[in-house]
């Protein structure tokens, strides 16, 4: 069984400094994990993933994740906030070893918001 | 990049109306495709996975005859929401995974659907 924690429903913070969004994750296998994030009435756009290379993940729009083994987390960070940013983000775990396309297990969802 | 098209994007009918939504991938073959449903302010939550050529796997709870999947080519999966009622208005997203099951699923970008 696989389970995801987003250890916090909202984060605010303002434009320019650092975003942390906090993701554990529970597996039985090595897991396939991907942050998603998620613009209103829109469907979900992939940040990043991690398949078991790298343990420093670098994804799109200057946004980057670590996968800890040891502290089961893939925590989602960026140096400087854009107002763009704002939105709704996911942390998801595909378990069945490395296969990042089968059934994937969302988190509660982190809603960033930026303030100017 | 591979893209999921979803169609219509938003929806507004009548209670007792059966309703359509389609979901291609746009430049790739998807011989899974996913069907999700997201409450506001909410995560995800898988419906159903659907397979090309043969009959969806509904998840626990979801009522079979009441949202029918239609699999019928690599590049097209259609989810019907028969005999509509205002608790079945919702946010539905779907995603396709490649024949490569090591790319991530890609998403639709949703399609809200409203029950009067």
């Known amino acids: 069984a696989q389970s995801v924690t987003q250890l916090d429903s909202h984060v605010s913070v303002s434009e320019g400094t650092p975003v942390l969004l906090r993701c554990n994750y529970s597996?039985?296998?090595?897991?396939?994990l991907f942050w998603y994030v998620q613009h209103p009435n829109k469907g979900l756009q992939l940040l990043l993933k991690y398949t078991s290379a790298a343990t420093l993940v670098k994804g799109i729009n200057g946004f980057e994740a670590e996968f800890k083994k040891s502290e089961t987390s893939f925590h989602l960070t960026k140096p400087s906030a854009h107002m763009s940013d704002a939105a709704e983000y996911f942390c998801?775990?595909?378990?069945?070893?490395?296969?990042?396309?089968?059934?994937?297990?969302f988190g509660g969802g982190t809603r960033l918001m930026v303030k100017p | 990049g591979a893209v999921v098209s979803q169609h219509p994007s938003r929806v507004i009918c009548k209670s007792g109306t059966s309703v359509k939504i389609e979901c291609r991938s746009l430049?790739?073959?998807?011989?899974?495709m996913f069907w999700y449903r997201q409450f506001p302010k909410q995560s995800l939550m898988l419906m159903a996975t659907?397979?090309?050529?043969?009959?969806?796997?509904?998840e626990q709870g979801v009522e079979k005859d009441k949202f029918l999947i239609n699999h019928a080519s690599l590049t097209l999966s259609t989810l019907t929401v028969t005999s509509a009622h205002p608790e079945d208005s919702s946010f539905y997203i779907c995603s396709a995974r490649e024949v490569d099951s090591n790319q991530p699923q890609h998403f639709g970008d949703g399609t809200r659907l409203s029950i009067l």
């Open positions: 998801v775990v595909s378990d069945r070893g490395r296969n990042a396309g089968n059934m994937l297990t």
């Open positions: 659907s397979n090309e050529g043969s009959k969806a796997t509904y």
């Open positions: 430049d790739f073959q998807a011989t899974t």
């Open positions: 597996s039985s296998y090595s897991p396939s």
